[in-house]
């Protein structure tokens, strides 16, 4: 079965920062499209980031400059480190994998920036 595991977060002050996790179970980590996105209540989700297996990245405008994406392919993991958070940031941060024939998601982790 194909699993992905977020972890890493919870509550954070405005201007602070944390690291976001996600496992992946995947026979062949390496040719997945890494990604991850987010949804506040009331709203549709939204992408946050994506890195490829190259480790080439993109942001959503939103958080360049404070977030970054990266992935360890041994481990099969792909982190998102958050700087300099703000309270919009507040959201559920989900995990998403993507290949040529197969899309896959996480349960999310809540973040929450407040003070």
């Known amino acids: 079965q194909v699993q992905l595991v977020e972890s890493g977060g919870g509550l954070v002050q405005p201007g602070g920062s944390l690291r976001l996790s996600c496992a992946a179970s995947l026979r062949l980590f390496s040719i997945y499209t890494m990604g991850w996105y987010r949804q506040a209540p009331g709203k549709q989700r939204e992408l946050v980031a994506t890195?490829?297996?190259?480790?080439?990245?993109n942001y959503q405008d939103a958080v360049k400059g404070r977030f970054t994406i990266s992935r360890d392919n041994a481990r099969k993991t792909v982190y998102l480190r958050m700087n300099s958070v703000k309270p919009e940031d507040t959201a559920v941060y989900y995990c998403?994998?993507?290949?040529?024939?197969?899309?896959?998601w996480g349960q999310g982790t809540q973040v929450t920036v407040s003070s």
């Open positions: 890195i490829v297996s190259d480790a080439m990245s």
């Open positions: 998403n994998a993507v290949s040529s024939s197969a899309e896959y």
